[in-house]
């Protein structure tokens, strides 16, 4: 687990390293890519919309030959292990894009000027109710690489008060509490997703569940 975390209501993390780039049309942060190591000859954006931007670059590969490598940019995003009272706090919804219904792990979008532990603060209030008195970055890294660019981070939280959720037009959440001895094994079940298995098996890997 990195070593950012302050409790004293400030979060000294990433952010001082990792700087948001282009702006997203939903607020969310982008962070910034590393130079290139193939050069890259052009890079062109095809498509916008509030969620997503979509292009290419053409690269030039080690063999001297050129090729376009197409990429979707997202926002950065946060996902929260969050424990109280030996349960984790898992969030039940519909996903339209899949079309099932999933448990998963409160998350959302990291905004401007946002570090992972004040969106995971923010999110699991807005998707919950609750706060946390503590928070930690486990994890940092980028997802779907040969596609996406787009960087997750896991954030532990404990220390748990219950309070009121704020919940977007288009949330409908129900909050669940797994024991932790269950909470690998309920994100294993069908239907799941990447982050939720993620999340949890670098928290336990952590010692932290």
């Known amino acids: 687990m990195t070593d950012d975390t302050r409790d004293d209501g400030e979060r000294d993390d990433e952010t001082t390293t990792n700087a948001a780039s282009s702006s997203a049309a939903n607020g969310g942060r982008r962070d910034e890519l590393a130079e290139p190591e193939w050069p890259v000859l052009d890079s062109q954006t095809e498509y916008e919309t509030g969620w997503f931007t979509g292009g290419y670059d053409r ?64 999110e699991l209030r807005e998707e919950t109710g609750f706060e946390a008195s503590s928070l930690s970055l486990v994890q940092e890294f980028w997802t779907c690489t040969g596609l996406l660019r787009h960087r997750r981070g896991i954030v532990f939280a404990e220390g748990l008060s219950p309070g009121e959720r704020e919940l977007d037009s288009n949330e409908f959440l129900t909050p669940k509490a797994v024991p932790i001895d269950d909470a690998v094994a309920v994100a294993r079940a069908q239907p799941t997703n990447d982050a939720t298995i993620e999340g949890l098996l670098l928290a336990k890997d952590d010692g932290l569940l």
């Open 59 to 122: 690269v030039r590969q080690p063999d001297g030959t050129e090729k376009q490598y197409y990429w979707a940019e997202l926002s950065t995003a946060v996902v929260i292990v969050a424990v109280a009272e030996d349960h984790v706090l898992f969030v039940e919804q519909y996903r339209p894009t899949i079309r099932e219904t999933q448990l998963e792990l409160p998350a959302g979008i990291v905004e401007q000027g946002e570090s992972f532990t004040q969106a995971a603060e923010r």
